[in-house]
């Protein structure tokens, strides 16, 4: 009999958990329930047609291409963060992988420090930082800080022992709460990175989904310590091609090699024909502007409408500003929920799950304290080619119409619907 041995980092640890509900979500339509899917934060938007134009161009590419990226993504990625987000970033400095997620596991990998991470924060920061056996800081943040954190806060946390490296985790619009930071905000968020050396890796995957169009990287105040982190999954729509992009300055060159090299040495490259199509989706154009604008338009009016229906039932929830996310707090309804026997976010979870069909995921998956009643919530059960024509029918000087958003996301609102049900009892 071969004996069993398990690297004691795996030991216990579970299937991601935007993908695990996204599974028993599957099994429960499969048994004939309707479940309205608020679990895996997937775009409903398709790919713009010109980047699948230029896929199927390619599809016949087949060498390996350099572990770095092909040498034309590299400049078109720079170009994107230098056109978009006034970032001094060069073809040089660019790291192309299958997907942000396994660009930031080997960025921890690579660096020797700790992760420092504001909670709640997206589900698989921590978990990758104990498969490798570091050490994860997180800083809880609460509700009157609008789950955000300050400078203050980080220098805080810096300050007890100042020497320490450090890689800073910021996301923004945000998953899970589809909020964002000023630029007074990062400014100072820099500031005190700057003081204390802090590297930050800017997780700016939903940057153009900024539902006012108005994304700011923190790259703008801290150039030399900041990586930019992005990608085609999310305003792109393009999630299943995995396709990750980290742009380092020239001082964090040691690190971007540092991760090359384990990356020659696990993923060799990423698909050398969905790099040939993502030069055409980071290079834009009228067509592709276009998509981001109704895209963004569909997200900002639906959230806003989700946000009223929530709030109307109990839950406290910030306005989104980006994404398609929502952080709900069930907080202001503890009482009655426990009077049902709902007592922690998981159980919470558990119950809309079984109960209404409504799949959210619990805040105790974003690094939250398990009895806190919190949970993320992802507006994306919907088609998102029907809801861009819709979008398209009406000027853009004018709103979209409500009976526009029930045509095209009429499921979202009735899972919306269906949750505040529940919660009412």
Request: hydrophobic share 40%.
């Amino acid at each position: 009999m071969i004996p069993r041995s398990l690297n004691l980092n795996l030991r216990g640890l579970p299937q991601s958990a935007t993908l695990s509900i996204n599974q028993r979500s599957i099994a429960l339509q499969r048994e004939g329930r309707t479940v309205y899917r608020f679990g895996l934060g997937q775009s409903p938007f398709p790919v713009p047609d010109p980047v699948v134009a230029a896929l199927a161009e390619h599809a016949a590419e087949k060498d390996y291409l350099p572990v770095e990226g092909l040498p034309a993504l590299r400049e078109a990625v720079a170009d994107f963060h230098r056109r978009l987000d006034g970032a001094s970033v060069s073809a040089e400095g660019v790291l192309i992988g299958p997907g942000s997620k396994e660009l930031m596991f080997l960025a921890q990998l690579a660096f020797y420090g700790d992760l420092v991470v504001p909670t709640p924060c997206w589900v698989s920061y921590g978990p990758q930082a104990r498969i490798i056996g570091r050490a994860v800081k997180t800083i809880p943040t609460t509700r009157e800080e609008r789950w955000r954190l300050s400078g203050a806060r980080l220098a805080e946390h810096c300050s007890g022992d100042p020497g320490r490296p450090r890689l800073l985790i910021l996301n923004y619009p945000g998953n899970p709460d589809g909020d964002s930071y000023s630029e007074v905000e990062l400014a100072a968020l820099a500031e005190a990175a700057r003081e204390h050396g802090v590297i930050v890796l800017s997780d700016e995957i939903y940057g153009l989904t900024h539902h006012a169009g108005e994304h700011r990287s923190i790259a703008r105040y801290y150039p030399e310590g900041t990586i930019i982190s992005g990608g085609l999954s999310k305003w792109c729509g393009a999630g299943g091609w995995r396709v990750g992009t980290f742009a380092f300055p020239e001082p964090l060159y040691w690190l971007r090699d540092a991760i090359a090299a384990a990356a020659s040495e696990t993923y060799t490259s990423v698909s050398a024909p969905v790099q040939y199509a993502a030069v055409t989706a980071f290079r834009g154009g009228p067509t592709i502007e276009d998509y981001l604008t109704h895209s963004r338009r569909v997200l900002g009016a639906l959230g806003v409408e989700i946000t009223r229906r929530l709030r109307a039932a109990g839950v406290r929830l910030q306005d989104p500003v980006g994404a398609f996310y929502l952080w709900l707090d069930f907080e202001g309804l503890a009482d009655r929920l426990a009077e049902r026997g709902v007592t922690d976010s998981a159980t919470l979870c558990g119950r809309l799950l079984a109960e209404a069909g409504v799949a959210i995921l619990p805040g105790v998956s974003f690094e939250r304290p398990p009895e806190e009643l919190t949970a993320r919530l992802a507006y994306v059960d919907f088609d998102g080619g029907v809801a861009l024509a819709e979008s398209r029918a009406v000027p853009l000087d004018e709103p979209l119409p409500a009976e526009a958003l029930e045509r095209c996301c009429g499921k979202v609102l009735a899972g919306i619907d269906a949750l505040c049900g529940w919660l009412r009892g």
